[in-house]
């Protein structure tokens, strides 16, 4: 289930990139700029597949401006991408662009960038392309774990002492979850002690409890220190996936950034939940 993720990373940079080019595009296509919207309006409602003949002349545009790597490249080849990866087979008159998008794929900001390779990894594992030199594992991540723990750490140590008094007291030995899950997150960054586990785990599956947030940014800093084993921890969120997504920023996006890695290092982790797909995360503050 690692498509629906791989499409919705692709559709955000869609979003954010296409105001600059539709006027490339348009041109590209031989369409009014007023033609060109509503092609992308039919495009957006199919999942950027191109399936509808109104969205032919846009498919013609665009493999124009991508082969060519002209002005609106960008752009274009993150749609061809969306497209390719729900196909059942490659445009053949686009085998040139997948080598060229790889070689760009250094220059690009870290988000725009995961969500290329990611894409091209989509592609290659299903068999659609080949490329002629394998992705970087680290082109794939949007961040690394050095940038994420110590948001997920804040999250944790932000729990207050009622909250963390009454994620122990659901335990059967409140005195030692106490000691052990003050310890943990004030003298082990994070990691956490054997009898701090079971509480923190019964928490994190409570998201009207007391401490949920704290507790599920405390399992995520486990799971990429590699102390929790990732599946288990994204058994949450296929549980949990709308509570998540619910909580304040300062709070969700840390999570997510998390998930997303796990995700991104392929740690057993598809994010999918349904109609959930893991947010973009820009900025962790």
């Not at 749609?79 to 997948?98: E, F, K, N, T, Y």
């Not at 050095?146 to 005195?175: F, N, S, W």
Request: hydrophobic share 50%; charged share 15%; glycine share 6%.
């Amino acid at each position: 289930m690692r498509l629906p993720q791989a499409v919705a990373d692709l559709a955000f940079q869609i979003k954010a990139l296409l105001p600059a080019s539709l006027g490339d595009i348009a041109a590209a296509s031989g369409q009014s700029l007023a033609e060109t919207g509503a092609s992308f309006r039919i495009l957006r409602d199919d999942q950027y597949r191109f399936q509808a003949v109104q969205t032919q002349p846009l498919y013609q545009g665009l493999v124009q401006i991508a082969l060519a790597q002209r002005s609106g490249f960008q752009v274009c080849a993150v749609i061809l991408l969306a497209d390719l990866v729900q196909r059942d087979s490659a445009d053949p008159a686009l085998a040139g662009l997948w080598p060229r998008l790889q070689a760009r794929l250094q220059d690009q900001p870290a988000v725009l960038r995961a969500a290329l390779a990611n894409g091209l990894r989509q592609a290659v594992a299903a068999g659609l392309i080949a490329l002629p030199e394998p992705l970087l594992p680290a082109l794939c991540l949007t961040r690394g774990p050095k940038e994420i723990t110590p948001a997920l750490l804040r999250v944790a140590r932000a729990m207050r002492h009622h909250e963390i008094y009454a994620v122990c007291a659901a335990g059967p030995d409140l005195q030692a979850s106490h000691a052990a899950l003050i310890a943990s997150i004030t003298e082990q960054d994070g990691i956490l002690r054997p009898q701090a586990r079971g509480v923190v785990w019964q928490a994190a599956r409570q998201p009207d409890a007391l401490g949920f947030a704290g507790c599920t940014a405390l399992l995520a800093l486990n799971a990429l220190q590699g102390a929790v084993p990732p599946a288990d921890f994204a058994g949450l969120w296929a549980d949990f996936a709308a509570e998540t997504l619910a909580l304040p920023p300062s709070k969700r996006d840390p999570i997510c950034a998390a998930l997303r890695l796990l995700h991104e290092q392929e740690a057993g982790f598809a994010p999918a939940s349904g109609s959930f797909a893991l947010p973009v995360v820009e900025e962790l503050d």
